[in-house]
């Protein structure tokens, strides 16, 4: 499977129906992990992307990667989150490709934010390291 043909853009309304399968990825990812992460619920999720805070990764119409942005203080800072990649899908350069795309959203939408990522997982720690996140 190549990752050229996984899209990762913007999510829109039409990936609301993607919710359920985005919170069920979330918890067995944290389960696997064995990390204490809040669970997110579809409506939630659906809020985020309904609100233009969100991307996604798709292999056709399945999805297979998702993150979003939080915003605090009255936007003075932002959060890129809940990212995940079906466990199918790993290892191809996918998380790095949308957590590019959320950084980017983030700062289109929030340009004077300061924007971090909180995490438990170490491969999102290393993949922020990359991409050029400062540990705080």
């Not at 829109?12 to 669970?39: F, P, V």
């Not at 993150?67 to 995940?84: F, R």
């Not at 290393?126 to 991409?131: A, V």
């Amino acid at each position: 499977m190549k990752s050229e043909k996984i899209t990762v853009k913007q999510a829109d309304a039409s990936h609301t129906k993607h919710a359920e399968r985005i919170c069920k990825l979330i918890y067995e990812s944290a389960i696997q992990r064995k990390s204490g992460i809040a669970r997110r619920t579809p409506e939630y999720i659906s809020r985020k992307i309904l609100e233009n805070k969100a991307v996604v990764a798709l292999d056709g119409d399945k999805l297979v990667g998702f993150s979003y942005i939080e915003t605090w203080e009255h936007d003075d800072y932002v959060a890129t989150s809940g990212l995940i990649v079906d466990p199918e899908y790993r290892g191809m350069g996918i998380a790095s490709r949308i957590k590019e795309q959320t950084f980017a959203l983030a700062r289109k939408r929030y340009p004077d934010a300061k924007i971090f990522s909180i995490t438990t997982s170490l491969p999102v720690m290393k993949l922020n390291t990359r991409l050029g996140y400062k540990p705080v």
